[in-house]
């Protein structure tokens, strides 16, 4: 199983950017994927998930309403929009991918297979 994110890079605060995470090994429309963070001196962020029975998302409150996380399962691959980015919003972003998302008290809880991540750095 191998997940590779991409789509990263420098963004101007009020910018987008459409994060990819491709899947191999694996097919992604039978399993959850979400999407992580994780900024330097900080704990890894559970950002954004998507289940893989009803296509039910979650978002963390940090990000809610400015990203959209969707999938497509013909190209086994899934994304997350980000718009209206901040400097907070700086991170390195993984995805990874599990039988559900699951959420226990508001919080995306760790996943068992990961990619590597892609840095998307906020900054003027």
């Known amino acids: 199983v191998q997940l590779q994110a991409s789509g990263g890079g420098l963004v101007q605060p009020g910018g987008s950017l459409r994060l990819s995470c491709a899947a191999s090994g694996l097919t992604l429309d039978y399993y959850a994927i979400g999407w992580f963070r994780q900024a330097p001196g900080k704990e890894r962020e559970g950002v954004s998930c998507?289940?893989?029975?009803?296509?039910?998302?979650y978002y963390a409150d940090s990000v809610k309403g400015r990203f959209t996380i969707s999938r497509d399962n013909a190209k086994n691959t899934v994304y997350l929009q980000m718009n209206s980015l901040k400097p907070e919003d700086t991170a390195v972003y993984y995805c990874?991918?599990?039988?559900?998302?699951?959420?226990?008290?508001?919080?995306?809880?760790?996943?068992?297979?990961w990619g590597k991540g892609t840095l998307v750095t906020v900054s003027s």
């Open positions: 998507i289940s893989s029975s009803d296509g039910s998302t």
């Open positions: 990874a991918t599990d039988a559900t998302c699951e959420v226990v008290a508001g919080i995306l809880h760790g996943m068992d297979y």
